[in-house]
């Protein structure tokens, strides 16, 4: 259940729900608002007032409106470091790994609750505790894929993280224009294009142990 569908049905004043569903649903009202009108021009008032719920009910879960946002974030960030992760271990041919990484950032910006935004696109990232988030997921979405690339072609760590910032930046950049242009290209096309570009660049160092075979020959890993 998105977070939109988890407000909507939450949402009649009055009801009482476990603590653990009202702050679901309290996450869920402040992601709409938060992601329609950015952290700067949402109010507590307006995410009570789409929860269904009054400004004491909200304050009992959230102290202020940035540990409201951190909150969020912190969700957000985990989802996608676990869509990346399971991408990486979804197979062992490195073509279709590719594949399903980049996947995996398109399917995260396409999801209808506009998290994303919330994290490639806040209008907070001067705040220190929102900044170490971003960053860290970044980095986390990047050693994960480190760990394969490392693995499978022999390469140092910080040479296998350069390339999977490259990977992951792209990944997440490419994501981000395909949605806000309303390109007419498929989402499965754009991956399919995506994923061949940076094949061909990872394609290029050889496995671990061979003497020249290409980085994600399926028989190999």
Known sequence: MTAIEQTEAARPRGTRLPRRARRNQLLGAAQEVFVAQGYHAAAMDDIAERAGVSKPVLYQHFPGKL?????????????????VRT???STTDNKL?????????????????????????????NEPAVRERVDRVSLQCAEAISDVIAEDT??????????????????????????????????????????SLAWRGIAGFPLHGTEGGPAGQAAQG
Do not use: N
């Open 87 to 89: 991408a990486l271990a």
């Open 154 to 195: 022999g390469l140092s760590k910080d040479e296998s993280m350069l390339l999977a910032v490259g990977l992951g930046g792209v990944s997440q950049v490419v994501a981000r224009y395909w949605l806000s242009s309303e390109s007419p290209v498929a989402r499965d096309t754009a991956v399919g294009l995506l994923t």
């Open 67 to 83: 540990d409201l946002y951190l909150a969020l974030l912190d969700q957000h960030c985990e989802a996608l470091l676990l869509a």
């Open 97 to 125: 790994r590719v594949a399903a990484t980049m996947d995996a950032y398109f399917a995260y910006v396409e999801d209808e609750g506009g998290a994303f935004r919330l994290v490639f696109e806040s209008d907070l990232t």
